[in-house]
Structure formats: structure tokens, C-alpha cells
């Protein structure tokens, strides 16, 4: 995950970058010409039906991925994952970190062609932080203590701390601007490169390049279809068959074969993200049979043969690659393979004999050829090590997010998380007490405190150390059992520029043309 540190820019000298001059993005694009860019419709597949169309609520893959190309933030994500003027042509913050000025670009419009003004993002934020709210990302607008609007095209915030990755918080969807016609009734209004232009659920969502953004100029593609597909396999049929343009992603077992038949073809990146499985602590309270199933666990194995593709083992929850942050890692890392199973042996036997550890655990996945074959090869490596069976309930995708919200009688579940800005605290504020997406609902005193700590101080070092030290509790606990650090593996089509997956596992329409015809 090192390799692709040098193209990263910290958040602290992306809030100093971006109050300069106006900048559109992505800079490449600005300036193609029309009629050798717009050729032709792009297909992509999304990877599953949306939960959603409201940014605010926005929080599986498919719905995030499709945010990106209907709404913009004040700040929005340019491809390398830098954080780059939106809506706001300029911001800047006072000596303290704690009040954030954002002006907006002249004349800016909603995607039906009504003015959009900065009421309308306050509206948003206020909507998205509210006591009530429901917004699956609201935790990351706590530290947001007030925010007005002075004028029309001025947003003024204020923070309870300073806060150097704001910029990357508000390109995300939890802080798109609110339309004031926006109820379940009116189909999407946005403010993003696209617009809604037709939907079949369980099919397919078609969207248009939106002539009232702001830089429609620089968006290549005029049409643009999602489809809605949950199988990799199809997708992959679909691709080859010619009626799909970008896959999501591939089957594991097709990693070989496309390297070698489909090379230029294939585009495979690491990015800020890690696959693990959640346990249901209302089931699995014992820390030693939590501890035990983790260290079972052959990492290699499942990265070398499972996966294959250039995913690497995961022994801490913070990937590396993140400026300024050394993840933590468990302390039975460098143990060799036998002394680390005998050690998980001698763990769960006790555990079994307090009855505190189970004869069968059940394990809860979303239906996927990829997550099938990762949970079967974990439910192997634990009849191995521990002789404890295991179950695969797999579950279509909405029925997987609703079971992650009440785990019942699963043991654990799939549990794969992506940072949404670069920064450490972006996978460890999930396991604080009452966070809306902490899945295995994990808490703890101390651990809520180091957080804490961590963001009273403005010390860079002093943060980290904090960090660091919440991270190792959290494995030495144990409520998540983190397995890889996944990398971005899709299919595009060779005339299709700038496919480039950002550090955060993005690749937002916007970005892409097609080349020139000679």
C-alpha cells in the first residue's frame, strides 16, 4: 500500500492549497474539444442497486459511487484523490482552524436550472447534523458547532476544534446541498456533472451530463447507463460480450486469465481500504475466543491463493499509506504459523471451556463469488485450527445492509471498510461508542477517550500517538477481524482515458473520456 503514498497530499496542505485561484477539475479535460470526446454513451456496472438516491443517507458502494456523479460539495475530489474546488471557488480558515469562509462560483444552478445558494448548503449540513438526524455520516460533521450563510454565495462554519481534513469531509455526499423542493416525491434534483434521467430498480439507471453545472464544459461523456448488477460473473459476460464499458470489479478466479489475455485491459490499484468481518459482540462477548478466531486466521494464504490479485495480509485496521500515521499492528504479528495457531488453540479451548465460545459460529455475507470464496476459505482455516464449523448465510444486498443494522443471530459479518478521506481517524472513528456504523457495536471508555485526545490536540505527532494507541486497543479487543487491504480491480475498455482508481477507491465519470478518433 506504500507504493502509491507519493501521489497523496495531507489534508492539512490541501486546506492551505486549495484557497487559492479558482481550479476546475479535472484540469486534463478543460479543454478537449467536444466533438472528438462525446462519441458514444458509456455502460458501467455499479455493483448493486443503490439503498438510496439521497446523498445524506448515502453509504453502501453502489450509492456513493453514484453521489459522486449527482451532487458536489463545497470541496469536491479531483482524480487523484486531492481535494479541489466545487461549488466554492475559494475558502479559507482563521489562525485558530475553527472558522471555515466558502465562496461560491457566480451563477451556480441546480440541475432542473434554479439558483443554487449557500442557504441551500447550510440547509444540507444543518439537515445532515441535526439531533435527529439519521445520516449515516453525521458523526463526521460533530466537531461543526454553527454554520450561516452571510450572502448568497458565502457559507461561513464554525468548529468546535480545528479540523485539517474539513475540505475532504465536505466533498462528500452527507454535505450536499439541499434542494428546497427535495422530498421522497420529486424526482432527484442535483448539482453534480450529471443528472437523474431514467431509472428501472434492479436494472439500471441512466443519467445525462448536466448543462447547468458549473464546468459542464470539462465533462466528456454526454450519456452515461449504470447497470445494477450484484453478479460478478454477468458483469464479466456482459464486458466481454461488448455491452458493458467499466465492470466494478472481477472475480477473484479470473485474475490469471485476464492478466494474461486482457492486460491493457485490466487496471488493478491499492487503495485506502480493508476487508474484515465484523463480530455481533451480543454473541461473541468473549474476548479470548474473539482474540483466537483472528489469529487462525492465515492472512497469506487467503491474499496468495484466494484472492490473488495483490491485496496484502491485514494485521492492524488502518492501512498503510496514510501521511503522517504508522498503523498499529497485533502483537502476535511476527509469531511463526504453528506457534501462532497453537497459541489460538489454547485460546478458544479455554474460551469453550468457560462456554463462551461456540461449536458452530454463523457467518453473515452479502451474495458475492468474491465473498463466498474468502468466507469459505476462512470457514476451512478455522475447522483446521479451532475445529469449530462454520455457516455462510449469504444474502442479496439489501437484505445484507439490513442485517448489519440488527446482526440477530449472526456471529459475524462481512465487513469491508474504505476511508472516505485521508486521514487515520476516517476507519477508527467507526468502533466509538454509539457511532452509526460501528456494526459490531463495540464500546469502550477508553478507547472514545484516546479519540478524544486525539482531536484537542493540533500537534501532528501527538494526534498520531493517540491514534496509535487506540488502534492497538481496538485489536487487542478485538470486536473486527481485519483480513486484507484490498486493491481496485476492474475491466475498461481501451478507448476509455483516464482510468485512474484515487487512493480512496474512486473513479467518478467526470474523469473519463474517450480518445480522440483518428
Excluded at 491474499?303 to 497485533?330: H, I, K, L, S
Amino acid at each position: 500500500m506504500i507504493a502509491y503514498v507519493r501521489c497523496v497530499v495531507t489534508m492539512a496542505s490541501l486546506a492551505i492549497a486549495a484557497c487559492g485561484a479558482d481550479r476546475d477539475a479535472p484540469p486534463a479535460n478543460a479543454n478537449l474539444p467536444e466533438a472528438t470526446s462525446l462519441h458514444r454513451p458509456l455502460t458501467r456496472a455499479l455493483g448493486g442497486e443503490p439503498a438510496t438516491l439521497n446523498p445524506r443517507f448515502a453509504e453502501d458502494n453502489a450509492a456513493l459511487a453514484l453521489m459522486q456523479d449527482l451532487y458536489e460539495g463545497l470541496t469536491a475530489e479531483a482524480a487523484d484523490g486531492s481535494i479541489v474546488p466545487g461549488a466554492a471557488a475559494t475558502w479559507s480558515v482563521s489562525d485558530d482552524g475553527r472558522t471555515w469562509t466558502f465562496r461560491l462560483r457566480e451563477n451556480l444552478r441546480w440541475s432542473d436550472g434554479t439558483p443554487l445558494t449557500a442557504a441551500q448548503y447550510v440547509a444540507g449540513l444543518d439537515a445532515a447534523r441535526a439531533e435527529d438526524s439519521q445520516a449515516p455520516y453525521s458523526a463526521l460533521l460533530q466537531d461543526v458547532t454553527s454554520t450561516r450563510a452571510t450572502d448568497s454565495r458565502t457559507v461561513v462554519l464554525e468548529m468546535a476544534r480545528a479540523v485539517t481534513y474539513l475540505p475532504a469531509v465536505l466533498a462528500l455526499p452527507v454535505a450536499a446541498p439541499q434542494h428546497l423542493a427535495a422530498s421522497a416525491d420529486v424526482p432527484v434534483i442535483g448539482n453534480g456533472p450529471y443528472r437523474l434521467l431514467a431509472r428501472r430498480p434492479g436494472e439500471k439507471i441512466e443519467l445525462e451530463r448536466n448543462p447547468h453545472y458549473h464546468s459542464a464544459g470539462s465533462v466528456a461523456i454526454e450519456h452515461v447507463t449504470y447497470l445494477t448488477l450484484e453478479d460478478l460473473n454477468t458483469e464479466l459476460n456482459l464486458y466481454r460480450s461488448g455491452a458493458l464499458d467499466i465492470t466494478s470489479e472481477v472475480p477473484n478466479t479470473q485474475v490469471g486469465w485476464l492478466q494474461q489475455n486482457l492486460p491493457g485491459e485490466l487496471h488493478i490499484a491499492p487503495y485506502l481500504s480493508t476487508y474484515g468481518y465484523a463480530f455481533n459482540l451480543a454473541r461473541m462477548r468473549d474476548q479470548d475466543a474473539r482474540v483466537a478466531l483472528s489469529m487462525a486466521v492465515d492472512r497469506g494464504q487467503i491474499t496468495g491463493q484466494v484472492t490473488a490479485a495483490g491485496e496484502q495480509p491485514a494485521y492492524g485496521w488502518v492501512p498503510a499509506g496514510v501521511p503522517g500515521y504508522t498503523p498499529a499492528q497485533f502483537t502476535w504479528t511476527a509469531l511463526p504459523g504453528a506457534e501462532r495457531i497453537e497459541q489460538a488453540r489454547l485460546l478458544w479451548r479455554a474460551a469453550r471451556g468457560r462456554r463462551a465460545a461456540p461449536d458452530r459460529l454463523r457467518l453473515c455475507t452479502d451474495a458475492s463469488a468474491n465473498h463466498r470464496r474468502t468466507a469459505i476459505a476462512l470457514a476451512d482455516q478455522w475447522r483446521a485450527a479451532l475445529d469449530v464449523d462454520v455457516e455462510l448465510l449469504e444474502m442479496e444486498w439489501k437484505a445484507y445492509l439490513a442485517r448489519r443494522e440488527d446482526p440477530g443471530d449472526c456471529d459475524l459479518l462481512r465487513f469491508g471498510w474504505s476511508a472516505d478521506f485521508i486521514d487515520a481517524e476516517a476507519f477508527l472513528a467507526l468502533f466509538e461508542s454509539g457511532h452509526s456504523q460501528n456494526v459490531s457495536g463495540y464500546k469502550s471508555a477508553r478507547y472514545d477517550a484516546l479519540l478524544g485526545e486525539s482531536r484537542l490536540v493540533r500537534d501532528g505527532a501527538q494526534r498520531a500517538s493517540a491514534m496509535v494507541l487506540a488502534e492497538q486497543l481496538l485489536l487487542a479487543e478485538s470486536p473486527v477481524i481485519p483480513v486484507f487491504h484490498r486493491v481496485s480491480k476492474l475491466l475498461a475498455k481501451p478507448d476509455i482515458e483516464g482510468v485512474a482508481v484515487s487512493p480512496l477507491g474512486h473513479l467518478a465519470t467526470r474523469h473519463l473520456r474517450f480518445k480522440a478518433r483518428k
